[in-house]
């Protein structure tokens, strides 16, 4: 009897190790097929499976009216170099186009909009000890924070063709800045200046951060 009990143990312990075996693998392949529906537009990666916020800031569902918030891969390239991120603590109550994230772009900062109204119930802590996960990874690792949202009006946001379209027109729109700006002018399928808070002025920095992300580039810290 003990031996079967034994046994049993054995066999419960295998299947547990397959069990975690298993998901781990259905959650890399999950991942794995998530990321290969990433499309490069002129340097800019998108997923059309998000939904996107004039702000440049995307929605994930994630269901029961949870959400996942980040930066999308065009707004991390504007402010490439962040060495700071300051969030919203956690039970704070976010609005959908108002200032929710802060970064710190060494002598420049940019501020963030919601893409929604709710609750915030978990932040990314890690981005507030260092920022470069939302430089390396802004659709994975790089997350801002989660919410429980109160409606979805979201939804109404670009995704799909639609934000494929919109993103299009954003890169469209930054190369005509740059180029006013800077007198950058970028070949057919040339990407992104690398480090705009570097290159630009304090007066033209305030207006790309005006332009593109909806916001100040103020120094106060946000209210929560």
Known sequence: MI??????????????????????????????????????????????????????????????????????????????????VELPRKGARVRQGEAAVQLDCGQKRARLLSPVDGVVTAVNGALTRDGSALERDPYGTGWLFSAKVFDRRFASLPTGEAAVDWMRRETGRLFIFLQGELGVTLADGGDLVPRPPDMLSDEQWNTLVRDFFRTSAGNEVIEH
């Open 3 to 84: 031996l079967a009990f034994g046994m049993a143990v054995v066999c419960l312990a295998v299947l547990g190790m397959w069990g975690v075996v298993l998901a781990g693998e259905w959650s890399y392949e999950r991942v794995r097929r998530w990321r290969a529906g990433l499309r490069d537009l002129r340097g800019v990666l998108l997923h059309p499976g998000l939904f996107y916020h004039p702000g440049h800031t995307w929605v994930m569902p994630q269901g029961n009216g949870m959400v996942r918030i980040g930066l999308d891969d065009f707004g991390r390239r504007l402010v490439d170099g962040v060495q700071g």
